[in-house]
Protein backbone atom coordinates (compact mmCIF):
# COMPACT_ATOMS: atom_id res chain seq x y z
CA UNK A 1 0.00 0.00 0.00
CA UNK A 2 0.92 3.49 -0.86
CA UNK A 3 1.90 5.88 2.15
CA UNK A 4 -0.46 8.30 0.99
CA UNK A 5 -3.53 5.45 1.36
CA UNK A 6 -1.81 4.16 4.59
CA UNK A 7 -2.62 7.84 5.91
CA UNK A 8 -5.69 8.29 4.66
CA UNK A 9 -7.13 4.84 6.49
CA UNK A 10 -5.24 5.74 9.85
CA UNK A 11 -5.40 9.45 9.74
CA UNK A 12 -9.24 9.54 10.87
CA UNK A 13 -7.84 7.80 14.45
CA UNK A 14 -5.48 11.29 15.23
CA UNK A 15 -7.62 14.01 16.83
CA UNK A 16 -9.07 17.03 14.65
CA UNK A 17 -6.07 19.84 15.11
CA UNK A 18 -3.69 16.98 14.26
CA UNK A 19 -5.47 16.12 10.92
CA UNK A 20 -5.20 19.70 9.88
CA UNK A 21 -1.87 19.95 10.40
CA UNK A 22 -1.25 16.58 8.59
CA UNK A 23 -3.81 17.67 5.62
CA UNK A 24 -1.81 21.37 5.28
CA UNK A 25 1.46 19.35 5.01
CA UNK A 26 0.52 16.77 2.31
CA UNK A 27 -1.49 19.27 0.04
CA UNK A 28 2.23 20.75 -0.67
CA UNK A 29 3.51 16.77 -2.27
CA UNK A 30 2.88 17.41 -5.20
CA UNK A 31 1.79 14.00 -6.14
CA UNK A 32 -1.14 13.68 -3.20
CA UNK A 33 -1.85 17.21 -4.78
CA UNK A 34 -2.30 15.22 -8.26
CA UNK A 35 -3.56 12.53 -6.71
CA UNK A 36 -6.66 14.43 -5.45
CA UNK A 37 -6.87 16.96 -8.03
CA UNK A 38 -8.01 13.96 -10.21
CA UNK A 39 -10.42 13.00 -8.01
CA UNK A 40 -12.00 15.99 -8.20
CA UNK A 41 -12.21 16.38 -11.54
CA UNK A 42 -13.85 12.77 -11.82
CA UNK A 43 -16.33 13.45 -9.42
CA UNK A 44 -17.00 16.82 -11.23
CA UNK A 45 -17.31 15.57 -14.34
CA UNK A 46 -20.26 13.30 -13.20
CA UNK A 47 -21.83 15.98 -11.64
CA UNK A 48 -21.44 18.36 -15.02
CA UNK A 49 -24.25 16.64 -16.68
CA UNK A 50 -26.78 17.00 -14.29
CA UNK A 51 -26.09 20.60 -12.96
CA UNK A 52 -26.36 22.07 -16.96
CA UNK A 53 -29.03 19.98 -18.63
CA UNK A 54 -29.87 22.98 -20.80
CA UNK A 55 -26.14 23.58 -22.58
CA UNK A 56 -27.25 21.24 -26.12
CA UNK A 57 -30.69 22.26 -25.87
CA UNK A 58 -30.50 26.09 -25.34
CA UNK A 59 -28.66 29.11 -26.61
CA UNK A 60 -25.35 30.19 -24.48
CA UNK A 61 -24.32 33.81 -23.83
CA UNK A 62 -21.20 33.60 -22.88
CA UNK A 63 -20.98 37.64 -23.85
CA UNK A 64 -23.47 39.73 -24.76
CA UNK A 65 -25.07 39.33 -27.91
CA UNK A 66 -23.94 41.95 -30.58
CA UNK A 67 -27.17 42.94 -31.10
CA UNK A 68 -30.61 42.60 -28.75
CA UNK A 69 -32.81 39.27 -29.11
CA UNK A 70 -36.15 39.17 -29.72
CA UNK A 71 -38.53 39.75 -26.56
CA UNK A 72 -40.91 36.89 -27.81
CA UNK A 73 -37.92 34.55 -28.50
CA UNK A 74 -37.03 35.25 -25.26
CA UNK A 75 -40.31 34.88 -23.20
CA UNK A 76 -40.72 31.32 -25.56
CA UNK A 77 -37.13 30.06 -23.36
CA UNK A 78 -38.10 31.35 -20.60
CA UNK A 79 -41.32 29.46 -20.64
CA UNK A 80 -39.66 26.22 -22.08
CA UNK A 81 -37.55 26.38 -18.69
CA UNK A 82 -39.94 26.79 -16.76
CA UNK A 83 -42.01 24.04 -18.33
CA UNK A 84 -38.85 21.70 -17.39
CA UNK A 85 -38.74 22.62 -13.88
CA UNK A 86 -41.88 23.49 -12.81
CA UNK A 87 -43.82 20.22 -12.11
CA UNK A 88 -41.16 18.56 -9.71
CA UNK A 89 -42.10 21.00 -7.04
CA UNK A 90 -45.54 21.93 -7.82
CA UNK A 91 -46.65 18.37 -7.37
CA UNK A 92 -44.86 17.86 -4.01
CA UNK A 93 -41.66 16.21 -4.68
CA UNK A 94 -39.47 18.67 -3.38
CA UNK A 95 -38.84 18.89 0.80
CA UNK A 96 -39.36 22.99 1.72
CA UNK A 97 -38.22 24.94 -1.58
CA UNK A 98 -41.21 26.34 -2.43
CA UNK A 99 -43.65 26.47 0.58
CA UNK A 100 -46.86 27.54 -0.49
CA UNK A 101 -47.12 27.18 -4.56
CA UNK A 102 -50.96 27.32 -5.33
CA UNK A 103 -51.26 28.84 -8.93
CA UNK A 104 -53.66 31.52 -7.19
CA UNK A 105 -50.79 32.70 -4.86
CA UNK A 106 -48.46 33.05 -7.16
CA UNK A 107 -50.17 34.77 -9.78
CA UNK A 108 -51.54 37.64 -7.25
CA UNK A 109 -47.88 37.59 -5.95
CA UNK A 110 -46.59 38.60 -9.52
CA UNK A 111 -49.21 41.05 -10.15
CA UNK A 112 -47.84 42.97 -6.79
CA UNK A 113 -44.17 42.47 -7.92
CA UNK A 114 -45.12 44.25 -11.12
CA UNK A 115 -46.63 47.18 -9.83
CA UNK A 116 -43.97 47.50 -7.65
CA UNK A 117 -40.92 46.58 -9.83
CA UNK A 118 -39.14 49.29 -10.30
CA UNK A 119 -39.04 50.30 -6.13
CA UNK A 120 -36.39 50.81 -4.01
CA UNK A 121 -36.33 51.75 -0.11
CA UNK A 122 -33.23 53.50 -0.23
CA UNK A 123 -34.47 56.04 -1.81
CA UNK A 124 -37.57 56.92 0.77
CA UNK A 125 -38.42 60.15 -0.80
CA UNK A 126 -39.55 58.52 -3.88
CA UNK A 127 -41.46 55.56 -2.47
CA UNK A 128 -42.82 56.24 0.39
CA UNK A 129 -44.94 52.99 -0.30
CA UNK A 130 -41.76 50.95 0.55
CA UNK A 131 -41.39 51.71 3.62
CA UNK A 132 -44.56 51.50 4.55
CA UNK A 133 -44.77 47.76 3.49
CA UNK A 134 -41.82 47.28 5.15
CA UNK A 135 -42.54 49.23 8.89
CA UNK A 136 -45.73 47.21 8.50
CA UNK A 137 -44.03 43.99 7.83
CA UNK A 138 -41.71 44.12 10.80
CA UNK A 139 -44.50 45.11 13.07
CA UNK A 140 -47.29 42.33 11.83
CA UNK A 141 -44.38 39.48 12.38
CA UNK A 142 -43.51 41.49 15.96
CA UNK A 143 -46.78 41.24 16.81
CA UNK A 144 -47.09 37.59 16.24
CA UNK A 145 -44.37 36.59 18.34
CA UNK A 146 -45.62 38.72 21.33
CA UNK A 147 -43.05 41.44 20.60
CA UNK A 148 -45.50 44.68 21.38
CA UNK A 149 -42.73 47.01 21.67
CA UNK A 150 -40.31 45.25 19.40
CA UNK A 151 -38.81 46.58 16.20
CA UNK A 152 -36.78 45.20 13.48
CA UNK A 153 -35.97 45.24 9.70
CA UNK A 154 -36.66 43.66 6.57
CA UNK A 155 -33.46 41.94 5.08
CA UNK A 156 -33.02 39.32 2.36
CA UNK A 157 -33.67 36.25 3.62
CA UNK A 158 -32.41 34.26 6.88
CA UNK A 159 -28.91 34.60 6.50
CA UNK A 160 -29.12 38.13 5.89
CA UNK A 161 -31.26 38.64 9.23
CA UNK A 162 -28.88 36.12 11.29
CA UNK A 163 -25.37 37.81 10.21
CA UNK A 164 -27.01 41.25 10.85
CA UNK A 165 -27.91 40.01 14.17
CA UNK A 166 -24.57 38.59 15.48
CA UNK A 167 -22.68 41.82 13.72
CA UNK A 168 -25.52 44.02 15.95
CA UNK A 169 -24.22 41.93 18.85
CA UNK A 170 -20.49 42.26 18.58
CA UNK A 171 -20.54 45.95 17.75
CA UNK A 172 -23.21 46.33 21.03
CA UNK A 173 -21.07 44.42 23.12
CA UNK A 174 -17.84 46.25 22.02
CA UNK A 175 -19.51 49.39 23.07
CA UNK A 176 -21.35 48.64 26.14
CA UNK A 177 -19.20 46.02 27.69
CA UNK A 178 -15.77 46.73 25.52
CA UNK A 179 -15.47 42.84 24.39
CA UNK A 180 -12.46 42.79 21.62
CA UNK A 181 -12.64 39.04 21.52
CA UNK A 182 -16.21 38.35 20.91
CA UNK A 183 -17.27 34.60 20.76
CA UNK A 184 -21.09 33.02 20.48
CA UNK A 185 -22.65 29.72 21.70
CA UNK A 186 -24.66 28.15 19.99
CA UNK A 187 -25.55 24.44 19.46
CA UNK A 188 -24.51 21.93 16.42
CA UNK A 189 -27.55 21.86 15.23
CA UNK A 190 -28.25 25.74 14.57
CA UNK A 191 -27.82 26.97 10.89
CA UNK A 192 -25.12 27.65 8.59
CA UNK A 193 -25.63 31.27 8.58
CA UNK A 194 -24.22 31.53 11.89
CA UNK A 195 -21.15 29.75 11.60
CA UNK A 196 -21.13 32.36 8.31
CA UNK A 197 -21.38 35.17 10.83
CA UNK A 198 -18.21 33.89 12.96
CA UNK A 199 -16.14 33.59 10.04
CA UNK A 200 -17.70 37.21 8.27
CA UNK A 201 -17.19 39.23 11.28
CA UNK A 202 -14.43 37.39 13.48
CA UNK A 203 -16.83 36.32 16.47
CA UNK A 204 -15.47 32.66 17.82
CA UNK A 205 -17.58 30.42 17.27
CA UNK A 206 -18.10 27.93 20.46
CA UNK A 207 -20.52 25.30 19.55
CA UNK A 208 -22.28 22.89 22.01
CA UNK A 209 -23.71 19.39 21.26
CA UNK A 210 -26.62 17.65 21.11
CA UNK A 211 -28.30 14.08 22.24
CA UNK A 212 -29.14 11.76 19.77
CA UNK A 213 -32.85 13.26 19.80
CA UNK A 214 -31.08 16.26 18.72
CA UNK A 215 -31.65 18.16 22.39
CA UNK A 216 -29.23 20.68 23.18
CA UNK A 217 -26.92 20.09 26.11
CA UNK A 218 -27.96 23.46 28.45
CA UNK A 219 -25.07 22.11 30.94
CA UNK A 220 -22.42 22.86 27.91
CA UNK A 221 -23.96 25.78 27.25
CA UNK A 222 -23.99 27.43 31.13
CA UNK A 223 -20.08 26.08 30.78
CA UNK A 224 -19.59 27.68 27.67
CA UNK A 225 -20.31 31.44 28.78
CA UNK A 226 -17.50 33.68 29.42
CA UNK A 227 -16.44 37.27 29.70
CA UNK A 228 -16.39 36.93 26.06
CA UNK A 229 -19.74 35.46 25.21
CA UNK A 230 -21.95 38.21 23.13
CA UNK A 231 -25.07 36.21 22.39
CA UNK A 232 -26.53 32.47 23.13
CA UNK A 233 -28.31 30.68 19.70
CA UNK A 234 -31.06 29.02 20.31
CA UNK A 235 -33.79 27.36 16.90
CA UNK A 236 -37.30 27.39 17.26
CA UNK A 237 -36.80 24.52 15.27
CA UNK A 238 -33.37 24.02 14.22
CA UNK A 239 -33.19 22.75 10.11
CA UNK A 240 -31.58 19.49 10.45
CA UNK A 241 -34.39 17.91 12.89
CA UNK A 242 -37.16 20.37 13.01
CA UNK A 243 -36.60 20.37 16.76
CA UNK A 244 -36.75 23.31 19.10
CA UNK A 245 -34.19 24.30 21.49
CA UNK A 246 -34.79 24.31 25.36
CA UNK A 247 -34.96 28.34 24.55
CA UNK A 248 -36.69 28.94 27.96
CA UNK A 249 -33.21 27.49 29.91
CA UNK A 250 -30.96 28.67 27.07
CA UNK A 251 -32.53 32.55 27.03
CA UNK A 252 -32.73 32.49 31.18
CA UNK A 253 -28.74 31.86 31.32
CA UNK A 254 -28.16 35.06 28.60
CA UNK A 255 -30.34 36.83 30.60
CA UNK A 256 -28.57 36.14 34.16
CA UNK A 257 -25.16 37.11 32.42
CA UNK A 258 -26.70 40.02 30.25
CA UNK A 259 -25.51 38.55 26.85
CA UNK A 260 -27.83 38.62 23.91
CA UNK A 261 -30.30 35.93 22.83
CA UNK A 262 -31.22 35.16 19.61
CA UNK A 263 -33.87 32.84 18.88
CA UNK A 264 -34.09 31.88 15.12
CA UNK A 265 -36.85 31.29 14.46
CA UNK A 266 -36.20 31.63 10.73
CA UNK A 267 -38.03 28.12 9.91
CA UNK A 268 -40.42 28.23 12.58
CA UNK A 269 -41.68 31.81 12.84
CA UNK A 270 -44.86 31.30 11.11
CA UNK A 271 -45.68 28.01 12.02
CA UNK A 272 -45.46 27.73 15.81
CA UNK A 273 -47.51 30.90 16.60
CA UNK A 274 -50.84 29.16 14.75
CA UNK A 275 -49.66 25.75 16.18
CA UNK A 276 -49.68 26.80 19.58
CA UNK A 277 -53.18 28.20 18.64
CA UNK A 278 -53.91 24.82 17.15
CA UNK A 279 -53.40 23.32 20.63
CA UNK A 280 -50.09 21.72 20.15
CA UNK A 281 -47.79 21.59 22.47
CA UNK A 282 -45.32 24.37 21.54
CA UNK A 283 -42.46 25.31 23.97
CA UNK A 284 -42.04 29.22 24.97
CA UNK A 285 -39.57 30.21 21.63
CA UNK A 286 -40.50 34.15 21.44
CA UNK A 287 -40.67 37.73 23.17
CA UNK A 288 -42.94 36.32 26.50
CA UNK A 289 -39.17 35.37 27.13
CA UNK A 290 -37.82 38.02 28.91
CA UNK A 291 -33.86 36.75 28.11
CA UNK A 292 -34.92 36.70 24.18
CA UNK A 293 -33.54 39.74 22.85
CA UNK A 294 -33.42 38.96 19.24
CA UNK A 295 -35.24 36.89 16.32
CA UNK A 296 -35.19 35.91 13.03
CA UNK A 297 -37.83 35.12 10.70
CA UNK A 298 -38.64 34.73 7.21
CA UNK A 299 -40.90 35.35 5.78
CA UNK A 300 -39.87 33.75 2.66
CA UNK A 301 -40.60 30.60 3.96
CA UNK A 302 -44.18 29.87 5.37
CA UNK A 303 -44.52 33.16 5.76
CA UNK A 304 -45.93 32.59 1.99
CA UNK A 305 -44.02 35.30 0.40
CA UNK A 306 -41.69 35.21 -2.79
CA UNK A 307 -38.00 34.30 -2.04
CA UNK A 308 -35.70 37.31 -1.02
CA UNK A 309 -37.18 38.86 2.11
CA UNK A 310 -37.01 37.73 6.36
CA UNK A 311 -37.57 39.68 9.07
CA UNK A 312 -35.20 40.71 12.20
CA UNK A 313 -36.34 41.70 15.09
CA UNK A 314 -34.78 43.40 18.62
CA UNK A 315 -36.32 43.65 21.72
CA UNK A 316 -35.29 47.44 21.72
CA UNK A 317 -34.09 50.26 19.50
CA UNK A 318 -31.27 50.78 21.69
CA UNK A 319 -30.05 47.22 19.74
CA UNK A 320 -30.82 47.72 16.66
CA UNK A 321 -29.24 51.01 15.81
CA UNK A 322 -26.08 48.42 16.36
CA UNK A 323 -27.30 46.87 13.12
CA UNK A 324 -27.45 50.44 11.08
CA UNK A 325 -25.23 52.03 9.24
CA UNK A 326 -24.39 55.54 8.89
CA UNK A 327 -21.74 57.72 7.06
CA UNK A 328 -21.41 61.77 7.60
CA UNK A 329 -17.95 62.32 5.27
CA UNK A 330 -19.12 61.16 2.09
CA UNK A 331 -18.98 62.97 -0.27
CA UNK A 332 -21.86 61.10 -2.37
CA UNK A 333 -24.07 62.30 0.57
CA UNK A 334 -24.85 61.71 3.98
CA UNK A 335 -25.14 58.33 4.02
CA UNK A 336 -27.72 55.41 5.78
CA UNK A 337 -28.64 52.20 4.77
CA UNK A 338 -30.53 49.57 7.53
CA UNK A 339 -29.12 46.48 6.55
CA UNK A 340 -26.10 44.81 4.43
CA UNK A 341 -27.58 45.99 0.88
CA UNK A 342 -27.81 49.58 -0.43
CA UNK A 343 -30.17 49.09 -3.30
CA UNK A 344 -33.38 47.10 -2.53
CA UNK A 345 -35.88 45.38 -4.27
CA UNK A 346 -39.20 47.22 -2.87
CA UNK A 347 -40.92 44.75 -5.01
CA UNK A 348 -40.00 41.95 -2.52
CA UNK A 349 -40.85 43.81 0.13
CA UNK A 350 -44.64 44.88 -1.52
CA UNK A 351 -45.00 41.17 -2.70
CA UNK A 352 -44.09 40.28 0.99
CA UNK A 353 -47.04 42.82 2.53
CA UNK A 354 -49.68 41.42 0.15
CA UNK A 355 -48.81 37.72 1.11
CA UNK A 356 -49.38 38.66 4.94
CA UNK A 357 -52.31 41.03 4.59
CA UNK A 358 -54.07 38.39 1.89
CA UNK A 359 -53.57 35.17 4.20
CA UNK A 360 -54.31 37.17 7.45
CA UNK A 361 -54.56 35.05 10.88
CA UNK A 362 -57.04 32.72 9.97
CA UNK A 363 -55.06 31.95 6.60
CA UNK A 364 -51.94 30.80 8.19
CA UNK A 365 -53.93 29.43 10.84
CA UNK A 366 -55.48 26.96 8.29
CA UNK A 367 -52.10 26.46 6.30
CA UNK A 368 -50.83 25.23 9.60
CA UNK A 369 -53.57 22.78 10.49
CA UNK A 370 -52.97 21.07 7.11
CA UNK A 371 -49.22 20.82 7.69
CA UNK A 372 -49.61 19.61 10.90
CA UNK A 373 -52.03 16.98 9.79
CA UNK A 374 -49.73 15.61 7.19
CA UNK A 375 -46.87 15.97 9.29
CA UNK A 376 -48.81 13.78 11.55
CA UNK A 377 -49.94 11.11 8.66
CA UNK A 378 -46.31 11.04 7.48
CA UNK A 379 -44.62 10.25 11.10
CA UNK A 380 -47.43 7.80 11.88
CA UNK A 381 -46.43 5.81 8.80
CA UNK A 382 -42.87 5.81 9.04
CA UNK A 383 -42.87 5.08 13.06
CA UNK A 384 -44.54 1.25 11.28
CA UNK A 385 -41.56 0.78 9.02
CA UNK A 386 -38.57 -1.46 11.23
CA UNK A 387 -35.60 -0.04 9.08
CA UNK A 388 -36.73 3.48 10.04
CA UNK A 389 -36.15 5.52 13.12
CA UNK A 390 -37.13 9.24 13.57
CA UNK A 391 -35.05 11.47 14.90
CA UNK A 392 -36.51 13.69 17.55
CA UNK A 393 -39.32 15.14 18.50
CA UNK A 394 -40.72 17.50 15.82
CA UNK A 395 -43.57 19.12 13.94
CA UNK A 396 -43.05 19.67 10.69
CA UNK A 397 -39.79 19.04 9.75
CA UNK A 398 -39.40 15.06 9.64
CA UNK A 399 -35.65 13.64 10.39
CA UNK A 400 -35.18 10.14 9.81
CA UNK A 401 -32.40 7.93 9.70
CA UNK A 402 -31.58 3.85 9.56
CA UNK A 403 -29.90 1.39 11.74
CA UNK A 404 -30.03 -1.08 9.32
CA UNK A 405 -29.59 0.49 5.79
CA UNK A 406 -27.63 3.25 4.40
CA UNK A 407 -29.47 6.17 4.53
CA UNK A 408 -28.41 7.87 1.99
CA UNK A 409 -29.08 5.17 -0.89
CA UNK A 410 -33.16 5.35 0.22
CA UNK A 411 -32.34 9.09 -0.07
CA UNK A 412 -30.86 8.46 -3.85
CA UNK A 413 -33.58 6.22 -4.65
CA UNK A 414 -36.30 8.48 -4.00
CA UNK A 415 -34.42 10.71 -5.84
CA UNK A 416 -34.98 8.54 -8.90
CA UNK A 417 -38.66 8.21 -7.84
CA UNK A 418 -38.60 12.27 -8.58
CA UNK A 419 -38.44 13.12 -5.04
CA UNK A 420 -35.51 16.27 -3.81
CA UNK A 421 -35.18 15.86 -0.15
CA UNK A 422 -32.54 16.57 2.01
CA UNK A 423 -29.21 14.50 2.92
CA UNK A 424 -27.78 15.53 6.56
CA UNK A 425 -24.95 14.32 8.36
CA UNK A 426 -23.57 13.79 11.99
CA UNK A 427 -25.85 11.63 12.28
CA UNK A 428 -26.28 10.19 8.54
CA UNK A 429 -30.20 10.70 7.93
CA UNK A 430 -32.50 12.87 5.39
CA UNK A 431 -35.24 14.76 6.10
CA UNK A 432 -38.79 16.49 4.41
CA UNK A 433 -39.73 19.77 5.66
CA UNK A 434 -43.49 19.81 4.66
CA UNK A 435 -44.93 22.73 2.71
CA UNK A 436 -48.54 23.46 1.72
CA UNK A 437 -47.30 21.07 -1.63
CA UNK A 438 -47.61 18.42 0.66
CA UNK A 439 -50.93 19.08 1.93
CA UNK A 440 -52.54 18.38 -1.81
CA UNK A 441 -54.97 15.04 -2.36
CA UNK A 442 -52.42 12.08 -2.81
CA UNK A 443 -49.36 13.28 -1.88
CA UNK A 444 -48.44 12.24 1.77
CA UNK A 445 -49.27 8.94 0.79
CA UNK A 446 -47.44 8.72 -2.57
CA UNK A 447 -44.70 9.98 -0.35
CA UNK A 448 -44.80 6.99 2.19
CA UNK A 449 -45.38 4.54 -0.55
CA UNK A 450 -42.51 5.45 -2.23
CA UNK A 451 -40.76 5.46 0.95
CA UNK A 452 -41.40 1.88 0.82
CA UNK A 453 -40.35 1.13 -2.74
CA UNK A 454 -37.24 2.95 -2.32
CA UNK A 455 -36.52 0.73 1.33
CA UNK A 456 -37.60 -2.52 -0.67
CA UNK A 457 -34.81 -1.67 -3.77
CA UNK A 458 -31.89 -0.83 -1.40
CA UNK A 459 -31.95 -4.13 0.81
CA UNK A 460 -32.49 -6.15 -2.68
CA UNK A 461 -29.65 -4.71 -4.25
CA UNK A 462 -26.75 -4.19 -1.55
CA UNK A 463 -24.38 -4.17 -4.07
CA UNK A 464 -25.51 -0.80 -5.85
CA UNK A 465 -22.82 1.73 -5.50
CA UNK A 466 -25.26 5.11 -6.29
CA UNK A 467 -24.24 7.94 -7.28
CA UNK A 468 -24.18 10.33 -5.09
CA UNK A 469 -24.78 7.59 -1.70
CA UNK A 470 -20.84 7.60 -1.72
CA UNK A 471 -20.27 11.18 -1.79
CA UNK A 472 -22.27 11.97 1.19
CA UNK A 473 -21.16 8.51 2.89
CA UNK A 474 -17.41 10.53 2.15
CA UNK A 475 -18.18 13.50 3.55
CA UNK A 476 -19.60 12.34 6.72
CA UNK A 477 -16.54 10.62 7.16
CA UNK A 478 -13.76 12.00 6.04
CA UNK A 479 -11.44 13.00 8.53
CA UNK A 480 -9.45 15.24 6.23
CA UNK A 481 -12.37 18.61 6.35
CA UNK A 482 -10.19 20.62 3.80
CA UNK A 483 -10.33 18.28 0.95
CA UNK A 484 -14.21 18.11 1.88
CA UNK A 485 -14.22 21.92 1.79
CA UNK A 486 -11.95 22.05 -0.87
CA UNK A 487 -14.73 19.92 -3.09
CA UNK A 488 -17.58 22.32 -2.11
CA UNK A 489 -15.39 24.87 -3.62
CA UNK A 490 -14.94 23.11 -6.90
CA UNK A 491 -18.88 22.69 -7.23
CA UNK A 492 -19.25 26.59 -6.76
CA UNK A 493 -16.91 27.47 -9.26
CA UNK A 494 -19.04 24.10 -11.25
CA UNK A 495 -22.37 26.35 -10.84
CA UNK A 496 -20.57 29.69 -12.36
CA UNK A 497 -19.18 27.92 -15.56
CA UNK A 498 -20.77 28.58 -18.58
C1 LIG B 1 -33.72 28.40 6.17
C2 LIG B 1 -33.14 28.64 7.48
C3 LIG B 1 -32.22 29.67 7.70
C4 LIG B 1 -31.59 30.50 6.60
O1 LIG B 1 -32.43 30.91 5.66
P1 LIG B 1 -32.07 31.43 4.19
O2 LIG B 1 -33.32 32.16 3.88
O3 LIG B 1 -31.86 30.21 3.35
O4 LIG B 1 -30.89 32.30 4.22
C5 LIG B 1 -31.80 29.88 8.99
N1 LIG B 1 -32.23 29.12 10.00
C6 LIG B 1 -33.10 28.10 9.83
C7 LIG B 1 -33.54 27.29 11.01
C8 LIG B 1 -33.58 27.83 8.57
O5 LIG B 1 -34.42 26.80 8.38
Known sequence: MKIEDRLM?????????????????????????????????????????SLKPYKESYPVFAKLPAEGRDRREILRELESLREHEESQWKDGFVSGAVY??????????????????????????????????????????????????????????????????????????????????????????AHAAFDKASQYFGIKMVKVPVDADSHTDVNAVRKAINRNTIVIVGSAPNFPHGVIDPIQEMSELARQHNIG??????????VLPWAEKLGCDVPAFDFRLPGVTSISVDTHKYGYAAKGTSVILYRSKELRHYQYYT???????????????????????????AALTSIGEQGYMNATKKILETADYIKAEIKKIPE????????????????????????????HKKWSLNGLHKPSCMHIALTLRHTEPGVKERFISDLKLALDHVKNHPEEKGGMAPVYGMAATMPMRGLVSDMLKKYLDLIFKV
Not at 29 to 43: C, L, M, N, S, T
Not at 395 to 407: E, P, Q
Open 388 to 415: LRIIGDSLFVIAFASDSLDIYKVLEAMG
Open 327 to 353: TTEWPGGLYFSPTFAGSRPGALSAACW
Open 261 to 270: FHTDACLGGF
Open 100 to 189: HGDASHIEFLNQVYALNSQSNPLHADVWPSATKFEAEIVSMTANMLHGENACGTVSSGGTESIMLAMKTYRDWAREMKGVTKPEMIAPVT
Open 9 to 49: KNIGKLPAPMVAWVEKRMKKIPAFREKIDKEYDGVMAELES
